[in-house]
């Protein structure tokens, strides 16, 4: 959807540096959430928000830093990366109706070598 | 903490036949979403289920949700190439904000 971007679209970076990715939304969407997609293991959620300033682990977030000090911004921070961090990272949002769907972004693919 | 487990990770068909995924939680759910992912692409949202024994089509495509509210199905009938994809259900805990996703089935098609 047009609505949420993330960049960069694609990534290779070095084993112990930092690296952000970034999502953005326009629909003011109050949650947003981090997932990353790996062969066998499909969509993990990283870390979300429900709003800005307020955040929240999720299923793998070891590793990860978020942040969301506006509403329409949610960067995901790899603060030393690893191999295993290799993946497909999408970037979601969705209203705050709990059965509202999820809006995704087209996704970053990034390599750590 | 909540699984949901989805069957078959992946199926190859021919053009014209059926296909269905299974989905499946260890938990009640309150509600499940299907999503479907173009290779290459972005989940996309196809549609939610909320009762119990609830059915749902959408064109060719059926929807599923269980009397206990623990597994759920989509059937594709006379699947076409354009149905490739990797199909995702999505399930929520009552009081969660978050979706826990199956791992997906992955449909190919044979023209």
């Known amino acids: 959807d047009a609505g949420i971007t993330q960049s960069p679209r694609y990534k290779i970076t070095e084993t112990g540096r930092q690296v952000t990715l970034m999502c953005h939304q326009t629909?003011?969407?109050?949650?947003m959430f981090w997932y990353r997609q790996d062969l066998g293991h499909g969509l993990r959620l990283i870390y979300y928000?429900?709003?800005?300033?307020?955040?929240d682990k999720g299923e793998v977030p070891d590793g990860y830093v978020v942040s969301r000090s506006k509403t329409e911004n949610f960067p995901l921070t790899l603060e030393s990366a690893t191999r295993s961090q290799t993946s497909v990272y999408f970037c979601?949002?969705?209203?705050?109706?709990?059965?509202?769907?999820?809006?995704f972004g087209n996704g970053t693919r990034l390599t750590v070598t | 903490g909540q699984q949901v487990m989805q069957i078959p990770q992946y199926q190859h068909v021919q053009e014209g036949e059926d296909f269905t995924t299974y989905c499946n939680s260890s938990?009640?759910?309150?509600?499940i979403q299907w999503y479907k992912q173009r290779p290459g692409g972005h989940p996309v949202f196809l549609i939610q289920?909320?009762?119990?024994?609830e059915v749902k089509k959408q064109k060719r495509l059926t929807f599923q949700f269980g009397e206990a509210k623990k597994n759920s199905s989509l059937h594709i009938t006379a699947t076409q190439t354009t149905d490739v994809g990797t199909y995702f259900c999505?399930?929520?805990?009552?009081?969660?904000?978050?979706?826990?996703f199956g791992k997906g089935t992955m449909l190919l098609v044979s023209p």
């Open positions: 979601a949002s969705r209203t705050t109706g709990e059965g509202s769907p999820l809006h």
């Open positions: 928000s429900a709003a800005a300033d307020i955040t």
């Open positions: 629909w003011s969407h109050s949650y």
């Open positions: 289920l909320v009762k119990s024994g």
């Open positions: 938990t009640t759910l309150s509600n």
């Open positions: 999505a399930g929520r805990d009552s009081g969660y904000s978050t979706l826990t």
